[in-house]
């Protein structure tokens, strides 16, 4: 299968189309979602390549119920006035500096992001940095925005950071200390290179500072430290299976809903409430997406992407060379369809490189990185991109609201930024790159 046929074009211009409609906001981005998965099913079921339980099979529970799961557990931690109390530090820590603010923000959620996945980080992360900006009077989006982008950087780096690395390392047998020791050079140096270049792009809403700090301790304190208490050691619960849960053979939603019923046998809320404060747009935008791009794979078009690769990468002389094409073409996709097709495209192809005698320990890493990095480029390219929107747009602050085309002016700079820091990183010392 060397060339595109019509099932491909068609599904091809399918996601074109709801794309146009979700970053134009002509529609809703979830009414465009569900518009696309609509369409894409019934000329995929028309045309024979596409059918209703392939779709069903093509929606991520795992991504959809760790979201509704990790937005519950941040929804009991509300009440607790934890989030007052950790704004108030940070801002303090920061000395009302907005771009010191940006920098210890980004450095915490990209630590965090090395150890929890980096959708659940934001999750946490982005409603604490709406109310650090309004206890500062901020405009809050720099700071969502570098927040999701750089803790997509940050969970690159780790084995358990991001679901593709997980695919990666299982398909390859890479373990964690391997994965940080290859990845954490490449990923050091975007990390410094994206947040300068963050400072720069975002000089002018960085160039005012807010309110002063030291006026806040006294009116935002723990309100709850019993129910405090209870929420922690849940939430302690579930990092600690995130930690472990390949080893157990647990999925990451499933080690979510472990922590949540611990939550809800301990301070057993207002289920009803709680219910109304999971954010069913958002999931069901990602529902739609995961079926599309399902229509996508499903006709051949990824796979055929795959191929490609693939010839190039048997001419040994062209290894660095078709790393370097993998990690921009998977950086490229990733920031229009969800990496995690991609990646699972791409896995079998590189092994059955290897029945070849191709070496494809390079292309292992320059999967990861492009996958992880090209996250950044559009507001879609990654889940934790999509909370903070969505964020933004709860905030109720209209300065704060990021669009698709403001997401994109500072996402493709900074994609690319990252994606040239890491093909020199990947060029200089390519002959670490040559094991896994």
């Known amino acids: 299968m060397d060339s595109i046929t019509l099932e491909m074009w068609t599904s091809a211009i399918v996601l074109v189309v709801a794309y146009v409609l979700i970053f134009s906001e002509i529609l809703h981005r979830t009414i465009a979602a569900i518009f696309g998965a609509v369409v894409m099913v019934g000329i995929g079921m028309w045309m024979g390549f596409y059918t209703q339980e392939a779709a069903i099979l093509a929606v991520d529970g795992n991504t959809i119920l760790l979201l509704a799961a990790m937005m519950m557990l941040v929804a009991l931690l509300r009440p607790t006035g934890a989030f007052d109390y950790a704004a108030v530090h940070i801002t303090h820590w920061a000395q009302g500096n907005p771009k010191l603010l940006l920098i210890y923000l980004s450095l915490a959620v990209s630590l965090i992001s ?24 901020l405009n809050p989006m720099p700071y969502l925005m570098a927040e999701a982008m750089l803790s997509n950087i940050g969970g690159a780096a780790t084995l358990v950071g991001d679901p593709p690395n997980l695919m990666i390392g299982s398909a390859a047998d890479i373990s964690f200390n391997s994965f940080l020791v290859h990845m954490g050079l490449p990923v050091l140096v975007v990390w410094l290179g994206t947040v300068v270049l963050m400072l720069y792009l975002f000089r002018e809403q960085l160039s005012h500072s807010g309110e002063d700090p030291k006026t806040l301790v ?25 930690f472990v849960h390949h080893n157990l053979h647990l999925l990451p939603a499933y080690a979510s809903f472990i922590g949540l019923t611990v939550a809800l046998l301990l301070l057993q809320p207002d289920v009803e409430k709680l219910f109304g404060t999971v954010n069913w747009s958002v ?109 933004s747009e709860k905030s109720g602050m209209p300065e704060a609201r990021i669009s698709p085309m403001l997401w994109m002016r500072t996402g493709m700079p900074v994609m690319f930024f990252g994606l040239i820091l890491a093909s ?13």
């Open 114 to 137: 090395m150890i929890l996945d980096n959708v659940t980080t934001v999750i946490v992360f982005a409603p604490l940095t709406v109310l650090i900006c309004r206890l500062l009077k």
């Open 218 to 242: 006294a009116t935002h304190a723990i309100k709850d430290a019993r129910g405090l208490k209870r929420i922690l050691f849940a939430l302690a619960i579930v990092v600690v299976l995130f």
């Open 283 to 391: 999931l069901i935008f990602f529902a739609g997406l995961f079926i599309i791009v399902g229509g996508v794979e499903s006709s051949g078009l990824l796979e055929l992407v795959g191929h490609w690769l693939g010839h190039l990468a048997k001419d040994p002389a062209m290894l660095m060379l078709t790393g370097l094409a993998l990690m921009w073409i998977a950086a490229i996709l990733s920031a229009v369809v969800d990496n995690i097709p991609f990646t699972v495209t791409m896995i079998p192809v590189i092994l059955g490189l290897e029945s070849s005698g191709v070496n494809i320990a390079p292309l292992w890493w320059a999967l990861a990185l492009g996958v992880g990095l090209g996250g950044n480029g559009t507001h879609l390219g990654a889940t934790a991109n999509i909370i903070a929107v969505s964020e």
């Open 424 to 436: 020199m990183v990947y060029w200089l010392f390519f002959d670490m790159f040559t094991t896994a």
